[in-house]
T-cell receptor
Framework: DAGVTQSPTHLIKTRGQQVTLRCSPK?????VSWYQQALGQGPQFIFQ???????QRGNFPDRFSGHQFPNYSSELNVNALLLGDSALYLC?????????????FGDGTRLSIL | SQQGEEDPQALSIQEGENATMNCSYK?????LQWYRQNSGRGLVHLIL?????REKHSGRLRVTLDTSKKSSSLLITASRAADTASYFC????????FGKGTTLSVSS
């Protein structure tokens, strides 16, 4: 039973570039949430996708956008990258868009902005 | 905001000792969750305690919840080097909101 998988594991970009991160949820899960985790901090909620729509959004600018596909996989896109976007980006999946459900996390994509 | 606050920020103990971490929060909740994160890895769900529960056990883990004090604690008994990790409490709101975590170091 595959867990949550994310790709790539590491990525280096320069300021102003655009990036796309990918996530496949745990088998049987239909909801994907994205988090940004800066070094030494807890994960910060970016947004959640369910039924191919953005259902909830945290306090992130619209440079951060996403998509969910019919197979429940998801992408996170970040445009006009800033140095402050350097972080570990975590994808979590669950069954249903309810925040009181346990989340299953992937190992993340480490994004470094030069 | 509903973000929890873990205490202490860092904890260093010897193998075999018990480790206790605390989490305080601001508004009422229907459950509270604890997660573990090994260095450079994703978070792993440890335990969920509902607002009508006072204590819950899972193996060497014991979680308590005091809704009157808006606080929870995670106790790890007989710690092992493999327990070295960061531990986060999380509360459901519009999304799952995490605290800043407690970094536990267990030395052999």
């Amino acid at each position: 039973d595959a867990g949550v998988t994310q790709s790539p594991t590491h990525l280096i970009k320069t300021r102003g570039q655009q990036v796309t991160l990918r996530c496949s949820p745990k088998s049987g899960h239909d909801t994907v949430s994205w988090y940004q985790q800066a070094l030494g901090q807890g994960p910060q909620f970016i947004f959640q996708y369910y039924e191919e729509e953005e259902r909830q959004r945290g306090n992130f600018p619209d440079r951060f956008s996403g998509h969910q596909f019919p197979n429940y996989s998801s992408e996170l896109n970040v445009n006009a990258l800033l140095l402050g976007d350097s972080a570990l980006y975590l994808c979590a999946s669950s069954l249903g868009p309810y925040s009181n459900q346990p989340q299953h996390f992937g190992d993340g994509t480490r994004l470094s902005i030069l | 905001s509903q973000q929890g606050e873990e205490d202490p920020q860092a904890l260093s103990i010897q193998e075999g000792e018990n480790a206790t971490m605390n989490c305080s929060y601001k508004t009422s909740i229907n459950n509270l969750q604890w997660y573990r994160q090994n260095s450079g890895r994703g978070l792993v769900h440890l335990i969920l305690i509902r607002s009508n529960e006072r204590e819950k056990h899972s193996g060497r883990l014991r979680v308590t919840l005091d809704t009157s004090k808006k606080s929870s604690s995670l106790l790890i008994t007989a710690s092992r080097a493999a327990d070295t990790a960061s531990y986060f409490c999380a509360m459901p709101g519009t999304a799952l909101i995490f605290g800043k975590g407690t970094t536990l170091s267990v030395s052999s």
